[in-house]
């Protein structure tokens, strides 16, 4: 029996142009513009996308878009699950968000972060060394832990300067290498505290549902099915270090054996393949719906 998870990325996948082409655009263009004055191609322009608002209200729109289209081809999720902003995503489509309220969450926590740390700081990806030696170098360094995507790949935050100091000894220590993200803000660590308070405080009155597809928590790296539970981790993602790694190794052993990555993604993938052993993980960025669909019938 298939058990399929769909899977949205965080920032870093987004590209001028994005929303071309999505399936059912014009609903989603009428959405943008009622709760964001915004048409789509105003969200993804070159210089649209180097605001942190416009970027992940794109990503959102992307990922639902696409997911709804698998869904109304007749390939339903067992489970979502999102990496940063890709939890929205993953709540819309687990049912227990709608769609316009959380493109007002996803706009607006784009705006208060970059508010907070407008320039001079990021997230860097550290490929090759474990866990543990990351924490030292951040550590030495001032840096943060914010993503534990896998268990030789593991994103930092911080300053410019402190992500440079903190690159230098990781190559020193061994990494493969050490890649700078396309993030201008340092998400999932302590930094990001008082940006995530002044959301949950603007965004407090709003209720989730209970999800009717199980949503992963990608903080947790467990599922989440209590709706206040669910939204608190939705608002305070953004100050947390995500566990993809150990949300993908919790989703496996509840069963799942098929992992789909939303558009503009692949990196998931990749990431998802080291907890998913034997089990088929797609892009459909890459690969396509109907060659998807394919993998699947050959799989009965």
Sequence with gaps: MRKILFSFPGQGSQYSGMLDGIANRDFYEDLCVRTLNKSLDELTTEDA???????QAALLICGVSWANDFIQKGLKPSFTAGLSIGAF?????AG?????????????RGTLMQEAYPTGYGLTAVVGLTL????????????????????????????????????????????????????TVPSHCELLNGAANALAEEFSKVELSRPRITYISCSTGRAIFDPAKLK???????????????????????????????????????????????????SAQTMGVEEIFDQLEFMQ
């Design 232 to 282: 608190e981790d939705l608002l305070f993602n953004m100050c947390r270090r995500t566990q993809w790694h150990e949300a993908m190794v919790s989703v496996f052993q509840r069963g799942c054996n098929v992992a789909i990555e939303m558009p503009p993604g692949e990196t998931l993938t990749g990431l998802t393949k080291k907890a998913f052993l034997e089990s088929l993980c797609v």
């Design 89 to 93: 995503p993953a709540a819309v489509i």
């Design 49 to 55: 996308l180097q605001h942190n608002a416009n970027v």
């Design 132 to 183: 543990g030696t990351v924490e030292q170098i951040c550590t030495d360094t001032g840096c943060f832990i914010a993503n534990y995507n896998a268990e030789d790949q593991i994103v930092i935050a911080g300053s410019d300067e402190n992500m440079s100091h903190a690159s230098a000894a990781a190559l020193k220590a061994g990494a493969v290498k050490c890649v700078r993200i396309k993030i």
């Design 96 to 108: 227990a968000l709608p769609m316009q309220t959380a493109l007002k969450m996803v706009y607006r």
